[in-house]
């Protein structure tokens, strides 16, 4: 069974830094992409950071220059190195990965990880 798991959440001051890290486990063939979202209480999840079709990175205007996210394909892992923290960025972070895997038969499949809070006080 695939699972995505989060790490490195927390409760940090305003300006401080935090790196968050998500490891794919389990059976897969290739994983097409990974990112990070969010999703703050009352918001619906946005994208925080993720790899474009033609191989760039897009980011959420607010966290432009503050965040960068980062992929180690031969551990199955991306990174998410947040710094400079607002209040602003307080949510639960997710993992998500495009992949396939032997038991979509190949197809393209989304996976999301359970989420790690990261709280910013002011």
């Known amino acids: 069974q695939v699972r995505l798991v989060e790490s490195g959440g927390g409760l940090v001051q305003a300006g401080g830094s935090l790196r968050l890290s998500c490891e794919v486990s389990?059976?897969?063939?290739?994983?097409?992409?990974m990112g990070w979202y969010r999703q703050a209480p009352g918001k619906q999840r946005e994208l925080v950071a993720a790899p474009t079709r033609d191989g760039d990175v897009k980011y959420v205007e607010s966290v432009k220059g503050r965040f960068t996210i980062a992929r180690d394909n031969a551990k199955n892992m991306v990174y998410l190195q947040m710094n400079s923290l607002k209040p602003e960025d307080t949510a639960v972070y997710y993992c998500?990965?495009?992949?396939?895997?032997?038991?979509?038969?190949?197809?393209?499949?989304?996976?999301w990880g359970q989420g790690t809070q990261v709280t910013v006080s002011a």
């Open positions: 389990g059976r897969v063939f290739s994983i097409l992409e």
């Open positions: 998500h990965a495009l992949l396939t895997t032997p038991y979509g038969l190949g197809s393209p499949e989304d996976y």
